[in-house]
T-cell receptor, first 115, second 114 residues
Framework: EADIYQTPRYLVIGTGKKITLECSQT?????MYWYQQDPGMELHLIHY???????EKGDLSSESTVSRIRTEHFPLTLESARPSHTSQYLC??????????????FGPGTRLTVL | KNQVEQSPQSLIILEGKNCTLQ??????????LRWYKQDTGRGPVSLTI?????NTKSNGRYTATLDADTKQSSLHITASQLSDSASYIC?????????????FGRGTQLTVWP
């Protein structure tokens, strides 16, 4: 079981609210990621970070933003939630900085529903 | 376009039976291929990883194979258990960048019945 945590696990909110999804890992990993996954569909990378003060946009365009002020913490923020943001959000981390073979460890996910 | 296709989309088997899941990919340049298991409502967990030079890798009752020439992989599950019910995701990584971009399949939803 990987030491990567996400809160909340489930969130139901109204349109227009600002929300922050929390992700933290205690493995000291440099690389962290946010994925979006709809039922029966593949994971899509929306944000990633190589380390502190590093954030990059992923393959899938997203209205969310991220920050990486501490190694262990990689929160995702939606300034104004809309029903189209309803999805499962998965956070992941991996150890090595410059290799494609490092394994990504995933958190349990946050299921977001925007009414 | 880099893609990962999995089949079947869903599969139902009886407890104790074997099954094989398929993955075809077009990702290039190829770095490695992983199989992940994702339980309902949870994040994916890595089962195996294979690089270009490896053609088989086992993890308990899970055995993955890789044919880099035909760009195909399979995941064989032996003596299935109820706890094997999950989505099995094929993930291919390229070596075109230091990030090692991952390309995800949509998964095969396996249901094991008693």
């Amino acid at each position: 079981e990987a030491d990567i945590y996400q809160t909340p696990r489930y969130l139901v909110i109204g349109t227009g609210k600002k929300i922050t999804l929390e992700c933290s890992q205690t493995m000291g990993h440099d690389k962290m990621y946010w994925y979006q996954q709809d039922p029966g569909m593949e994971l899509h990378l929306i944000h990633y970070s190589y380390g502190v003060n590093s954030t990059e946009k992923g393959d899938l365009s997203s209205e969310s933003t991220v920050s990486r002020i501490r190694t262990e913490h990689f929160p995702l923020t939606l300034e104004s939630a809309r029903p189209s943001h309803t999805s499962q959000y998965l956070c992941a981390s991996s150890e090595r900085k410059h290799t494609s073979t490092d394994t990504q460890y995933f958190g349990p996910g946050t299921r977001l529903t925007v009414l | 376009k880099n893609q990962v296709e999995q089949s079947p989309q869903s599969l139902i088997i009886l407890e104790g039976k074997n099954c094989t899941l398929q993955c075809n990919y077009t990702v290039s340049p190829f770095s490695n291929l992983r199989w992940y298991k994702q339980d309902t409502g949870r994040g994916p967990v890595s089962l195996t990883i294979m690089t270009f030079s490896e053609n088989t890798k086992s993890n308990g009752r899970y055995t993955a194979t890789l044919d880099a020439d035909t760009k195909q992989s399979s995941l064989h599950i032996t003596a299935s258990q109820l706890s094997d019910s999950a989505s099995y995701i094929c993930v291919v990584s390229d070596r075109g960048s230091t990030l090692g971009r991952l390309y995800f399949g949509r998964g095969t939803q396996l249901t094991v019945w008693p």
